[in-house]
């Protein structure tokens, strides 16, 4: 799938109310391994981070953990992915997600799933990084936040490309397709963890 082959997920530590977004978690680990793209994650074992973790792993697929040492209590580690990775703190935790991979999805979620959002596009407009970042709009999940988004850019805080270079989709098939789709060559979109 173009030059994609590992996509980092943010999601929610939780399942949320709506059984929508379980579905879609475990839809995007199966869609995932069907576009031969490996999933990178934060290595928790459960919400929807576990799900999506889970749902890769069960279709035959290659999962990377990344989670900060001591943090979270260890049952909440998944031990039974691919490979996972213990950082010292959770700003290692997310330069070494963005280093191993080549575009971002961010999926329903809490704080910490916009914190690693806004963090990503941040990066992306000032330069570090040229790598696609999605949304998987589930329900409408996304809607308010990219209609505030809109509002930053006719208030004059944002530019107009960079609300426009987030993809958004409801069917995790079509948003990795479309992220391949913008995605650059391998050579010109890797993180320097020398600037961040």
């Known amino acids: ?38 999933l990178v994650y934060g290595g928790g074992a459960v919400g929807l981070m576990g799900i999506v973790a889970d749902a890769a792993m069960q279709a035959g697929g290659r999962v990377t953990g990344v989670i900060p040492r001591g943090l979270f209590r260890r049952e ?5 992915i691919t490979e996972l990775h213990e950082t010292n703190s959770m700003h290692e935790r997310k330069a070494l997600m963005y280093e ?54 006719a208030g004059g805080f944002v530019k107009p490309r960079h609300v426009d ?11 990795l397709a479309a992220l391949a789709a913008v995605a650059p060559s391998e050579d010109t979109h890797r993180v320097d963890p020398t600037r961040i």
């Not at 475990?26 to 869609?31: E, Y």
């Not at 959002?117 to 990219?146: M, R």
């Not at 270079?165 to 948003?175: F, G, H, N, S």
């Open 165 to 175: 270079a987030i993809v958004a989709e409801q069917d995790p098939v079509r948003l």
């Open 76 to 80: 909440v580690r998944h031990e039974a």
């Open 100 to 153: 191993l991979s080549d575009a971002f999805v961010a999926m329903p979620g809490g704080i910490g799933t916009m914190e690693e959002l806004f963090e990503t596009l941040t990066w992306a407009q000032i330069g570090l990084h040229a790598k696609p970042v999605g949304v998987l709009d589930v329900n409408g999940f996304y809607q308010p936040l990219l209609g505030f988004l809109q509002q930053m850019v």
């Open 1 to 38: 799938m173009s030059g994609l082959r590992r996509v980092c997920v943010f999601c929610g530590s939780s399942t949320g109310h709506d059984p929508r977004h379980a579905a879609a978690a475990a839809a995007m680990g199966r869609a995932l391994v069907a576009a031969d793209l490996e």
